[in-house]
């Protein structure tokens, strides 16, 4: 079955780098996807990669994924405190509608 | 990019009245919504899909008696709650998929409590 896990918690200093780590078990997962979720909000889309790709970049953020150990990381370049929200990965398949998503992984910014 | 909205943003109701969530894609036609739900500090479940003109698809727990969904245009999905009961208190969040797309566009999430 579908199954999607992250670490609970992070947290870093204004200005680090964040990684945040995401591990699926699918292997037919076609595109993987990180999501933001303010406190009290929906989720936003920060970016996406394509089961076929290795990396992607897009400003701050860089993509990671390892497909033959079903690995997906998101990296956050000059961490800020804006940044602090819970992180989302999410997983879909060409053959299936659903997205299935990780547990989420809290990061706190400290100034 | 698309926006999805949601109507109302919270609502507190009495045990046993039904309530009415509304999600709308405003500027794209979403031929297919789903419906979340999500706990305090946990992760979205997925509760049912729902396509423009047909019955709802629910996953495996959900009762389709008590959560009606329905999607009468391409801009509108609505979710009932009925009887509601204080278990029901989550924070219910849809979205809506373009026709053909890869993208899922998440409206801003409606907070329910049930007293």
């Known amino acids: 079955g579908e199954d999607v896990e992250q670490s609970l918690f992070l947290s870093v200093r204004e200005g680090d780098s964040s990684v945040i780590n995401c591990t699926y078990t699918?292997?037919?997962?076609?595109?993987l996807y990180w999501y933001k979720q303010e406190p009290g909000a929906g989720l936003q889309l920060l970016t996406y990669?394509?089961?076929?790709?290795d990396m992607k970049q897009d400003q701050r953020l860089t993509v990671l994924l390892n497909k033959k150990d079903k690995h997906l990381s998101l990296r956050i370049a000059d961490t800020q405190t804006g940044d602090s929200a819970i992180y989302f990965c999410?997983?879909?398949?060409?053959?299936?509608?659903?997205?299935?998503f990780g547990s989420g992984t809290r990061l706190l910014v400290r100034p | 990019g698309a926006v999805v909205s949601q109507h109302p943003s919270w609502v507190i109701c009495k045990s046993g009245t039904s309530v009415k969530i509304e999600c709308r894609s405003l500027?794209?036609?979403?031929?297919?919504m789903f419906w979340y739900r999500q706990f305090p500090k946990q992760s979205l479940m997925l509760m049912a899909t729902?396509?423009?003109?047909?019955?709802?698809?629910?996953e495996q727990g959900v009762e389709k008696d008590k959560f009606l969904i329905n999607h009468a245009s391409l801009t509108l999905s609505t979710l009932t709650v009925t009887s509601a009961h204080p278990e029901d208190s989550s924070f219910y969040i849809c979205?809506?998929?373009?026709?053909?797309?890869?993208?899922?566009?998440f409206g801003p999430g409606t907070r329910l409590t049930v007293l």
């Open positions: 979205s809506a998929r373009l026709r053909q797309g890869l993208l899922w566009y």
């Open positions: 699918d292997s037919s997962s076609t595109y």
């Open positions: 990669i394509f089961s076929n790709m």
């Open positions: 999410a997983e879909s398949q060409d053959s299936s509608y659903k997205l299935i």
């Open positions: 500027d794209f036609q979403a031929t297919t």
């Open positions: 729902s396509n423009e003109g047909s019955k709802a698809t629910y």
